[in-house]
């Protein structure tokens, strides 16, 4: 059974840094791109960043294009997402989420989603 578990969150200043982590289980892990969405109560989520399964492809969606980057380690069945310059628009709840091939930015192509971990980023 697919399980993704997600942590590194938690309460930063403006301007600082977090990384987060997700590490899969029950999926072959290599085979699959990985995404990163965020999401506040009540709205839909929001395309944060992909990346392929050998990790040589990558997108950002534009609110966090130069700020965050994501990577994986296939041997560790973990992907990343370390965030830089934090606003307090980058508070909300992030979710690791998988899907088989090849990337995609809507969350609506992706198989199997965490739980989430809170980002709360005061001013």
């Known amino acids: 059974q697919a399980q993704l578990v997600e942590s590194g969150g938690g309460l930063v200043q403006a301007g600082g840094s977090l990384s987060l982590s997700c590490v899969a289980s029950?999926?072959?892990?290599?085979?699959?791109?990985m995404g990163w969405f965020r999401q506040v109560p009540g709205k839909e989520h929001e395309f944060v960043a992909t990346v392929s399964p050998s990790g040589g492809a990558d997108y950002y969606g534009d609110s966090v294009r130069g700020r965050f980057i994501i990577s994986r380690d296939n041997a560790k069945n973990t992907v990343y997402l370390q965030m830089n310059d934090l606003t307090p628009e980058d508070t909300d709840v992030y979710y690791c989420?998988?899907?088989?091939?090849?990337?995609?930015?809507?969350?609506?192509?992706?198989?199997?989603w965490g739980q989430g971990t809170q980002v709360t980023v005061s001013s």
């Open positions: 989420a998988a899907r088989p091939m090849g990337i995609a930015t809507r969350a609506d192509r992706y198989t199997y």
């Open positions: 029950g999926i072959s892990f290599a085979t699959f791109a």
